[in-house]
Nanobody
Framework: QVQFVESGGGLVQPGGSLRLSCAAS????????MTWYRQAPGKERELVAS????????NYADSVKGRFTISRDNAKNTVALQMNSLKPEDTAVYYC?????????WGQGTQVTISS
């Protein structure tokens, strides 16, 4: 079955960096676009970044442009989110997502906390 396992979250000071990773299984990874979402306490889930199946095109939320970079390794079935210059407002649970054969699939999420 389709499964995503996120890792790499943690507590970081403002200005710091984190690299999130999502390991995918149960489907042909190289055929599907991948997306990172996040959800902060009391807020709706929002799109952070997405990448096409080949990795040749990416899209970012305005709030993270220039600070975050999404990438994928189709040989390893992984998608990563490099997060730099982190701000307190980046605090959220970050989720891996893909729409596969008209159905959406989510990972369990990884907590990112930015605090001094």
């Amino acid at each position: 079955q389709v499964q995503f396992v996120e890792s790499g979250g943690g507590l970081v000071q403002p200005g710091g960096s984190l690299r999130l990773s999502c390991a995918a299984s149960g489907f042909t990874f190289s055929r599907y676009a991948m997306t990172w979402y996040r959800q902060a306490p009391g807020k709706e889930r929002e799109l952070v970044a997405s990448i096409t199946n080949t990795g040749d095109s990416t899209n970012y939320a305005d709030s993270v442009k220039g600070r975050f970079t999404i990438s994928r390794d189709n040989a390893k079935n992984t998608v990563a989110l490099q997060m730099n210059s982190l701000k307190p407002e980046d605090t959220a649970v970050y989720y891996c997502y893909a729409r596969i054969r008209a159905k959406g699939y989510w990972g369990q999420g990884t907590q990112v906390t930015i605090s001094s």
